[in-house]
C-alpha cells in the first residue's frame, strides 16, 4: 500500500494540481471537498491515468463530518500520511467596494464598506480559512501520532505577509494559518509530524476570477495593480507550486524542516515599489 494523502479542497484549481501529482508520485489520494461533484471530477481524471483517489463530500467547519469522512478513508486507503489542507477562499460578502475609505462609507447601505459588513460575513470567511485548518488537523494528525509520522502543509497566502486591500477576513485570517503553522510545528516536534505551509502570490482560481477580470475578459484596475507590484509581471501558473509542494512533505528531504512558510510570489514579497 503507497502513502495516503488527504486534501481538503481538493475540487478547487490549486489542489486538484496537487492531487494529480501526489497520484503521479504513488500516493493514494483521498480528495475531500463540500462540491463532491468537484472532487469527483479530479478523482475520476487521476483514475484514468492509473492512479488512485477517491472522492468525500466534507465540511471542514463540521467535526463531526469530517470524523466520519476519516472512518471512511481508513477503510477505503488507510490512515493518513500526509494532510493538505487546502481548503479556504475569500467571498464577495466581505469584499468592500473601496480599497481605502472614502467620504460616506460611515453611512453607506447601497454597497459594502468596512462600517456595514456583517459579523456573520466575516466569520464566515475567516473560520473557513482558519477553523478550516484547525479542524481537519484535529481530525486527521491522530492517524500521524499514532504512527509517530507524517507531514501536514497548509496554505497560507501573500495577504500574511502584506494584507491586500477590500478582504479584511480574508487578510487577517492566512496571517493566523502562518503563525498556526508555526505553533503546530512547535505543538508536535516529538511526534514526528512536520507541520509547513506555501504562501502563493497571485494565481487565477474560481473564487478570484471576478476580482482579477471583467465579465469581458479584460484585466481589472485591481488586476493592473498585482502585476505591477509582481517583479515577474505576470500571475503564477499552479504547476509551479508543484516544487515546494513535493519539498515539504518528503521525509527525506525536507527531514529537518518544519515551522516554516515558504512564499512562492513571483518576487511580491520581495518588492517595495521603487
Known sequence: MGKIA??????????????????KDGFEVALLD????????????ICANGG?????????????????????????????DVLINGAGGNNPRCTTKNETFEEGDEEAEDYKTFFNLDKKDFNFVFDLNIVGVMIPTQVFAKDMVAKKSGTILNISSMNAYRPLTKIPAYSSAKAGVSNLTQWLAVHFAGTGIRVNAIAPGFFVTNQNRALLFNED???TARTNKILNAT?????G?????????????DDSSAAFVTGVVIPIDGGFSAYSGV
Not at 488527504?6 to 497520484?23: P, R
Open 6 to 23: 488527504v486534501i481538503t479542497g481538493a475540487g478547487g484549481v490549486l489542489c486538484s494540481c496537487f492531487a494529480k501529482e501526489l497520484a
Open 34 to 45: 463540500l462540491n463532491y461533484d468537484a472532487a469527483q471530477k479530479v478523482a475520476d481524471e
Open 52 to 80: 488512485k483517489a477517491k472522492a468525500y463530500k466534507a465540511n471542514v467547519l463540521d467535526r463531526d463530518m469530517l470524523e466520519a469522512v476519516r472512518e471512511e478513508i481508513l477503510k477505503d486507503l488507510g490512515p493518513c
Open 217 to 219: 475578459g479584460t484585466p
Open 231 to 235: 517583479p515577474m509581471k505576470r500571475f
Open 237 to 249: 501558473e499552479p504547476e509551479e507550486l508543484l516544487g515546494a509542494v513535493r519539498f515539504l512533505i
